[in-house]
């Protein structure tokens, strides 16, 4: 089993930044990706950014120039800097993490991020 415990959520002006963090726990030998979701009430899920073991990232075009997601494999981490915020980036946030490629989803419970205009 994994657990993946988000934070850095909160309350941000528009125009500011937040770093979110992920960190992973449990029967863990390496992770294969690990990235970051959100989502908008009564939306779907959507990828926001992710990265994997090699060091390949990928990022929704909505975030493209203002976010960057990274890792720190020897912490089981997962960050995601958050630069130039808007208000429709404010959403709940969620970690995901898959151990082998392809393998199981894991994820967290989410973290609120909350833009103000």
């Known amino acids: 089993q994994v657990q993946l415990v988000e934070s850095g959520g909160g309350l941000v002006q528009a125009g500011g930044s937040l770093r979110l963090s992920c960190v992973a726990s449990?029967?863990?030998?390496?992770?294969?990706?690990m990235g970051w979701y959100r989502q908008a009430p009564g939306k779907q899920r959507e990828l926001v950014a992710v990265?994997?073991?090699?060091?390949?990232?990928s990022y929704a075009d909505s975030v493209k120039g203002r976010f960057t997601i990274s890792r720190d494999n020897a912490k089981n981490t997962v960050y995601l800097q958050m630069n130039s915020l808007k208000f429709e980036d404010g959403v709940v946030y969620y970690c995901?993490?898959?151990?082998?490629?392809?393998?199981?989803?894991?994820w967290g419970k989410g973290t609120l991020v909350t833009v103000s205009s």
């Open positions: 990265i994997t073991s090699g060091g390949m990232t």
């Open positions: 449990g029967t863990i030998r390496s992770i294969y990706r």
């Open positions: 995901n993490v898959q151990l082998q490629r392809n393998g199981m989803d894991y």
